[in-house]
C-alpha cells in the first residue's frame, strides 16, 4: 500500500512534541531567541520555542493565538511552512503596536514569495516601502522588490536595484540589490551596465552573510555570462568553484514544470537560466538568473514557483530552461500539513524541535496533555497529527497491534476535528488514513483492502467543499498498479478539470498538463472517444508522443565515457541534461532541442553530438509505426570512474 503521507507530499513543519519537561521557572525571552534565528541557529530556537509552547498550553483552557508564537513560529516557518506562516505572520503585523513591525511584515513578504504568491509579495514590499515608520526594513524589501520585478519588468527591477545601491553604503542586502541589477541589465542587452554591476556584487559577494551563498551565487552568474559568450575556459573554472555533485533530483524536478512551446507567448528557442539556492532550512530560494527575452520567464516560473522544490547538493545551482512541445506542467503539492497549520491558525501550536519528535516522545507527551487538560482538548490535535504522520511513515510494517493502536488515534483526531468544524481539506488526509490503517489492523486481504480505499476515496471527494489542490494531493493517494487506480485517477482528474473550468482555474497553468494525463489514462482503459473529445475541448494535438495509442519505448543509446568533456573532468562537474525531439517512424530522434541542462552550457556541446545516437520503439497508432513530437530524454552525465 502506497504511504499516504508521502503521496500527499505532505512537508510536516516539524517533528514535535517529546515528553513534557518540569516548566522552568524563567522561561526563554524572544530577544534572546531572535538572536539565534538571526545566526542561523536554528535547532536551539527551536527547542526555546518549544518551551513557550508549553507554557501557553499549560496556562490556557481554550483555544488562543499567542502574539509571541505567531511571531517566532511565523519567523521559523516563513521559508519552511509558508502557508501556515502567512497565517501567523498576517496576524501578527495586524497589531500596530507589534514591537519590530518591520521584521514580521518582510517575513510575510518572504513566506508570499516562498509559496510563489509574487503578486501578494509584492504588495507586501511596496506597502512595507511605502511606511517611513518601517525604515529599517526598507533595504531588504528594496531588494525582494527587485528580485521579484526582475521576472516581468527588468527595466524596473534594474531601477529599484540602483536605487538601493545609490543609497549610503552599508546593509547585508547591497550585495545581491548589485547581483539584481547586474541581471536585469544583462536580460535588457546592456552589457556594459551588466558587466560593471557584476563587478559590484563580487566584491561586496566576499563580505556577505555566509547563508547568503552569496559567492556561489555570483559565481553562477559568471558562468552563465561565460556561456552565453562561448568563453569555455572561464565556463569551466566557474564551474569548478561551484561545483555541487550530481544535481540529480534537484534539477530533474524542473522536466515536469517545463511551460508548453506556444503558450504565454513563449517560443521554442527561448530559454531562461534559473538558480536555486540553500538557506539553512526549508525550500530553496527560487530566482531568475537570466532570459534571453524579458516578457517570457514568468510562463518558466508560473508552476516551479508554487512547487516544493529539492534543494541543490550545494549552497547554489543554475538550471537551463527551454519549453516543451507537449504540456506537462507539474501538480503542485500542498506546502504545508493541512492539519497544523488550520491548528495553529487557532492557537494550538506544534512544537518544532527535533529532539522531541520520536513517536515514544509523542505518546508519551500525549498522554501527560490527556492528564493536564483533559482526552478532549483541542490542544491535542497537533500530537495526534504526528502519532498519525509516525504510523503513516511504518504503514507498511505496522504489526495488527500497532496498527489497530494508531487507527484508534486516527478516529479520535478525525472525531475532534470534526467538533472543532476543521475544514474539509484538513480532514481529507485522516479519513484516508484510517482507511489504510483499518486495513492493517484487521488484516485484510489486498481486495478488501482496495475496496476500503476506493469508497474513502470517492466518499471524500464528493465533498463539495474539499479544494481543487486536494483533489490532486488525492491522486498520488491511489496506489498504483492496482485495478482500482486508472478509474480513481479518471475520476479525480476530471473533477479537479471541471471546478478548473467552472470556477477560477481557468487560467491555472497546470490545466493542460493535467487534461494530458487524463487523456493518457482515458486512452489506456479504453475511452477512446473521452480522449478525443477532450483532445478537442482542450486543444491538445493528437500528434504528441505521450499522447499516441502505443507510445515510444527507449531501446539504446551510443554515449560513452568518452564523450564526456575533459574541463569538466578536471571541474569534477557531473550533469542532467534532457532533450526534446520527434520521434521519427523509425525511432530516431529528430530536431532535437535541449529543454534542461544542469548545469548550463557544460554538456551542451557533448550532447548535441551523441543525441542523435538515442533509439526508441517508435510510436504505433493502428499496429503501424508513426511520428510523433514532443519526446522527451534525460540523460545523466557522472564523472568516469577509474577502472583501476
Not at 522588490?145 to 536605487?163: G, K, N, Q
Not at 477560477?504 to 493535467?514: L, W
Amino acid at each position: 500500500m502506497k504511504s499516504f503521507a508521502g503521496a500527499f507530499g505532505i512537508i510536516f513543519a516539524s517533528l514535535v512534541l517529546g515528553a513534557a519537561a518540569a516548566q522552568p521557572t524563567v522561561l526563554p525571552s524572544e530577544e534572546s531567541i531572535r538572536r539565534l534565528i538571526d545566526v542561523g541557529d536554528w535547532f536551539e530556537a527551536a527547542q526555546l520555542i518549544d518551551r513557550l509552547t508549553d507554557a501557553h498550553v499549560a496556562t490556557v483552557s481554550t483555544l488562543r493565538p499567542d502574539p509571541t508564537l505567531d511571531r517566532l513560529i511565523g519567523e521559523i516557518g516563513a521559508s519552511s511552512s509558508p502557508a501556515s506562516a502567512h497565517l501567523l505572520l498576517e496576524r501578527a503585523i495586524a497589531d500596530r503596536s507589534t514591537r519590530d513591525l518591520g521584521r514580521y511584515t518582510l517575513l510575510l513578504a518572504i513566506a508570499d514569495e516562498t509559496l510563489g504568491d509574487n503578486a501578494a509579495a509584492e504588495a507586501v514590499y511596496r506597502r512595507l516601502l511605502g511606511d517611513p515608520a518601517l525604515a529599517a526594513s526598507h533595504d531588504a524589501a528594496a531588494v525582494g522588490l527587485a528580485r521579484l520585478l526582475l521576472i516581468d519588468r527588468p527595466r524596473e527591477a534594474m531601477a529599484t536595484a540602483v536605487a538601493r545601491l545609490s543609497q549610503e553604503p552599508g546593509g547585508a542586502s547591497r550585495w545581491e540589490a548589485a547581483l539584481i541589477a547586474a541581471r536585469a541589465a544583462r536580460i535588457l542587452g546592456l552589457s556594459a551596465d551588466a558587466e560593471r554591476w557584476l563587478e559590484e556584487a563580487s566584491r561586496l559577494a566576499w563580505i556577505a552573510p555566509v547563508n547568503d551563498a552569496a559567492i556561489a551565487r555570483v559565481a553562477l552568474d559568471r558562468g552563465v555570462v561565460a556561456g552565453l559568450s562561448g568563453n569555455r575556459a572561464a565556463l569551466a573554472a566557474m564551474a569548478a568553484l561551484n561545483r555541487g555533485g550530481d544535481p540529480g533530483e534537484a534539477a530533474r524536478q524542473f522536466l515536469s514544470l517545463l511551460p508548453e512551446c506556444g503558450l504565454a507567448g513563449v517560443r521554442p528557442d527561448d530559454l531562461v537560466v534559473l538558480e536555486l539556492a540553500t538557506r539553512g532550512h526549508g525550500r530553496p530560494r527560487l530566482g531568475l538568473i537570466h532570459a534571453s527575452r524579458p516578457e517570457i520567464a514568468g510562463a518558466f516560473l508560473a508552476i516551479a514557483g508554487r512547487s516544493p522544490l529539492v534543494p541543490p547538493r550545494g549552497q547554489a545551482m543554475s538550471v537551463l530552461l527551454r519549453c516543451g512541445a507537449a504540456p506537462r506542467a507539474g501538480i503542485a503539492r500542498a506546502w504545508d500539513n493541512s492539519i497544523l497549520e488550520w491548528a495553529a491558525s487557532r492557537g494550538a501550536y506544534p512544537t518544532i524541535s527535533f529532539e522531541r519528535g520520536s513517536r515514544e516522545a509523542l505518546r508519551a507527551e500525549l498522554a501527560a496533555r490527556e492528564t493536564q487538560l483533559g482526552a478532549d482538548s483541542p490542544f491535542l490535535i497537533p500530537l495526534l497529527a504526528q502519532i498519525l504522520f509516525h504510523a503513516e511513515a511504518r504503514s507498511s510494517f505496522l504489526s495488527p497491534g500497532e496498527a489497530e493502536r494508531s487507527l484508534a488515534s486516527a478516529r479520535r483526531l478525525d472525531a475532534m476535528l470534526a467538533a472543532q468544524s476543521a475544514p474539509a481539506d484538513a480532514r481529507m488526509p485522516v479519513t484516508l488514513a484510517i482507511a489504510v490503517l483499518n486495513s492493517f489492523a484487521v488484516q485484510q486481504s489486498q481486495r478488501a483492502a482496495l475496496r476500503a480505499v476506493r469508497t474513502a476515496v470517492e466518499t471524500t471527494a464528493a465533498n463539495a467543499a474539499l479544494t481543487i489542490e486536494a483533489l490532486l494531493l488525492m491522486v498520488d493517494f491511489v496506489p498504483d498498479e492496482t485495478a482500482i487506480a486508472p478509474g480513481l485517477k479518471i475520476a479525480l482528474y476530471s473533477q479537479a478539470l471541471e471546478r478548473m473550468s467552472g470556477g477560477g482555474g481557468a487560467g491555472d497553468p497546470r490545466r493542460r498538463g493535467i487534461a494530458a494525463r487524463l487523456i493518457r489514462l482515458q486512452r489506456d482503459a479504453g475511452n477512446e472517444s473521452a480522449a478525443a473529445a477532450l483532445e478537442r475541448d482542450v486543444g491538445i494535438a493528437r500528434n504528441l508522443c505521450v499522447l499516441a495509442e502505443a507510445p515510444p519505448a527507449y531501446l539504446s543509446s551510443d554515449i560513452r565515457s568518452e564523450d564526456y568533456p575533459l574541463d569538466a573532468m578536471w571541474a569534477e562537474q557531473d550533469g542532467l541534461l534532457a532533450v526534446d525531439f520527434t520521434a521519427n517512424r523509425s525511432g530516431a530522434p529528430e530536431d532535437i532541442r535541449i529543454v534542461m541542462a544542469a548545469p548550463p552550457f557544460i554538456f551542451d556541446g557533448a550532447m548535441t553530438a551523441r543525441a542523435p545516437t538515442i533509439r526508441y520503439r517508435p510510436a504505433e497508432s493502428a499496429n503501424a509505426p508513426r511520428a510523433c513530437r514532443g519526446q522527451t530524454q534525460s540523460i545523466s552525465w557522472r564523472l568516469p570512474t577509474d577502472p583501476d
